[in-house]
């Protein structure tokens, strides 16, 4: 009785995971064989869940060739986040992943984006033209009125010619359009800015703003003036005023997921 008692009692881990065969299935690949330690990931892309067993010891690259098999989406066109953009040199152990982590995915796969960018391009370059013969934004009534507020106190300071990185801190010390102090929040972890006034916060998602447009402020050229786009027409632009132009570059890229290089 007791040789077969011993060989069930070595089996147990594969057991309990028969009855999850569709999850298993797809998510499990080869990771399973070999005794790897496995650590169980909700990879999250585009408003898909995926429920995924990888190996505690595979790199932040190989996950992303699993995240590729899952989702379509080449590895070279996906920003992954967990606590930040995932090291692709490191294993998941080195970078603390623990049970139930949370990876968010942010990339358009390769048709997205030639049906995105095609017709858009086009019609990019015509508004482009089209602002090119209208005066500056900042000389136009609804922005002067904000701008002849002149300089906020506590507004941030400025590096001009230089681009940096989004600061670990909120950005504040700015004005909406309303004349009301507003600060930016970027939580990259859960794909979200956060547009916060006295009153309340704005939690936007990345992925449903449209377009980010700026401007340098006329005669303080090393701040823009910035809106959001968070609808279809201009009247859904969230204006703020006094973005420090070093951060503008980085603002842009991480709102509209593109890489940040530098």
């Known amino acids: 009785g007791c040789p077969t008692?011993?060989?069930?009692?070595?089996?147990?881990?594969e057991a309990p995971e028969r009855p999850g065969a569709p999850h298993v299935s797809v998510s499990n690949g080869s990771d399973a064989?070999?005794?790897?330690?496995?650590?169980?990931l909700k990879v999250i892309w585009n408003k898909n869940k995926y429920d995924v067993k990888f190996r505690l010891d595979?790199?932040?690259?190989?996950?992303k060739q699993r995240i590729h098999a899952l989702t379509g989406l080449p590895p070279a066109m996906q920003k992954v986040m967990f606590k930040g953009l995932l090291p692709e040199e490191k294993t998941l152990r080195e970078i603390k992943v623990t049970n139930g982590a949370k990876i968010m995915v942010v990339g358009s796969t390769i048709n997205d984006v030639l049906a995105v960018n095609t017709p858009k391009d086009a019609a990019q370059?015509?508004?482009?033209a089209e602002e090119n013969k209208k005066e500056p934004l900042c000389r136009q009534k609804q922005h002067r009125k904000v701008l002849?507020?002149?300089?906020?106190?506590?507004?941030?300071?400025?590096?001009?010619?230089?681009?940096?990185?989004?600061?670990?801190?909120?950005?504040s010390g700015m004005y909406n359009k309303?004349?009301?102090?507003?600060r930016l929040t970027f939580k990259l972890e859960q794909d979200q800015l956060w547009i916060g006034t006295?009153?309340?916060?704005?939690?936007?998602p990345m992925g449903s703003i449209k377009n980010v447009v700026s401007e340098p402020i006329e005669g303080h050229e090393d701040y823009h003036m910035m809106a959001f786009q968070l609808?279809?027409?201009?009247?859904?632009?969230?204006?703020?005023?006094?973005?420090?132009?070093?951060?503008?570059?980085?603002?842009?890229?991480?709102?509209?997921?593109?890489?940040?290089?530098?």
């Open 178 to 182: 309303s004349g009301g102090k507003v």
């Open 5 to 13: 008692g011993g060989a069930a009692a070595g089996r147990p881990p």
């Open 198 to 204: 006295k009153e309340r916060t704005e939690k936007l």
């Open 58 to 63: 595979g790199t932040g690259a190989d996950l």
């Open 33 to 40: 064989e070999g005794g790897a330690e496995l650590v169980e």
């Open 125 to 128: 370059q015509e508004v482009k």
């Open 231 to 262: 609808g279809p027409t201009e009247a859904s632009y969230y204006w703020v005023y006094w973005v420090p132009t070093q951060y503008v570059d980085a603002i842009k890229d991480t709102v509209l997921g593109k890489w940040q290089y530098f």
């Open 148 to 171: 002849d507020k002149g300089k906020p106190d506590d507004v941030m300071p400025s590096v001009k010619g230089v681009q940096e990185r989004l600061p670990t801190v909120p950005l």
